[in-house]
């Protein structure tokens, strides 16, 4: 009897990366080994299993559809190559199913391979709409710069633009999209925003759509777009730290300590208690005399010691008029007669 054993699966990516299974089939409990390359290098990467999903469609419920209790995250390495092993659990819809692997940071990549869930029910897919259906056409484009209040902590803002085509059978009117922002590994913040237009089936049409984040924010951030519950395109986006906020803290660190100082120093001033006789001590300045005029000859002094004085001294008595010699003659000096 010949045994004909199933090939493993082997999916391709439009934009390059592959997912290889050891097999296509397994149980509750089990596991798979899921290999691959052709992905960014040093880049993490979730593998998951879903349901309700072809690699033709994708994954049509989203993550919504998929074990994520279950999935295992995995870096390729420097040649963008991986292998891990997955244990099999059964997702919450019904298969079919595929082993779904995609990029959690940076651009975004992902591919499927088909896996059967043994023991898990299978059921039609959801019949696809026949309506409009938009595709990105080129890539994306995040377009603004940050200004002075953005330095001292307003919130970013740019413009995210990218041209879409209608590749469905009837035209789309006034679409809504969704705008995710995420930081890291966190899962993106959505907000609506409405594109006013139409767009007619085989048209395309440039969207311009604003992205905010919230004040202060710095780092690697990026942009998601979301049309129809499928991710249409993913932008990166680094955000320069907001220098003004530090420098306005260091003034501040500076300026209010020696405030508090100088009001101290002034209430000490008021409370210290004041010197007899109620002047307060005050520190005069030295001054220091002109190196010109320390070199300039000082005249001699006329004032008396206090203690003496010319009427005070005895032998000044009756010299008023004009000063005549009184000391006694010499003998060698002959004395004058007068006429006798």
């Not at 691959?36 to 349901?51: A, D, H, Y």
């Not at 999903?53 to 074990?67: D, E, F, H, Q």
């Not at 200004?147 to 789309?172: D, E, I, K, Y």
Request: charged residues 20%; contains cysteine.
């Amino acid at each position: 009897m010949l045994l004909l054993v199933p090939p493993p699966a082997v999916a391709v990516a439009a934009d390059g990366p592959e997912v290889k299974l050891s097999t296509s089939q397994a149980g509750t409990g089990g596991s798979v080994t899921v290999t691959g390359g052709g992905w960014r290098k040093r880049t993490l990467l979730m593998i998951l299993i879903c349901g309700q999903s072809v690699p033709s469609r994708g994954v049509i419920g989203g993550t919504n559809s998929c074990a994520n209790a279950d999935g295992r995250a995995v870096t390729t390495d420097a040649e963008g190559r991986f292998r891990k092993e997955l244990p099999v659990a059964e997702p919450p819809v019904p298969c079919p199913c595929v082993v779904h692997v995609a990029t959690v940071t940076g651009p975004e990549a992902q591919a499927d391979a088909i896996f059967q869930v043994a023991g898990h029910t299978v059921e039609p897919l959801p019949a696809e709409p026949a309506g409009g259906r938009l595709s990105v056409l080129d890539d994306t484009r995040l377009d603004g710069s940050s200004g002075l209040l953005t330095w001292f902590g307003a919130p970013p803002a740019r413009t995210l633009v990218l041209t879409v085509g209608n590749v469905g059978t009837s035209a789309v009117t006034d679409p809504v999209f969704q705008v995710g922002t995420s930081h890291g590994v966190f899962a993106p913040a959505w907000e609506e925003r409405q594109w006013r237009g139409t767009i007619a089936p085989g048209r395309k049409a440039q969207i311009r759509l604003p992205a905010e984040l919230a004040a202060g924010a710095h780092g690697d951030y990026t942009v998601s777009l979301k049309y129809g519950g499928k991710v249409l395109a993913e932008q990166p986006w680094a955000v320069g730290r907001p220098w003004g906020v530090t420098l306005f803290w260091v003034l501040v660190c500076l300026v209010v300590p020696a405030a508090v100082f100088r009001a101290g120093m002034a209430v000490v001033d008021r409370v210290r208690p004041r010197r007899p006789g109620g002047v307060r001590h005050r520190r005069l300045p030295m001054r220091l005399p002109c190196p010109s005029a320390r070199r300039r000859p000082q005249p001699p002094s006329n004032s008396t010691l206090p203690w003496f004085t010319p009427d005070a001294d005895p032998g000044t008595a009756g010299r008023l008029s004009a000063p005549h010699d009184d000391s006694p003659p010499s003998r060698t000096t002959p004395l004058r007669k007068g006429p006798t």
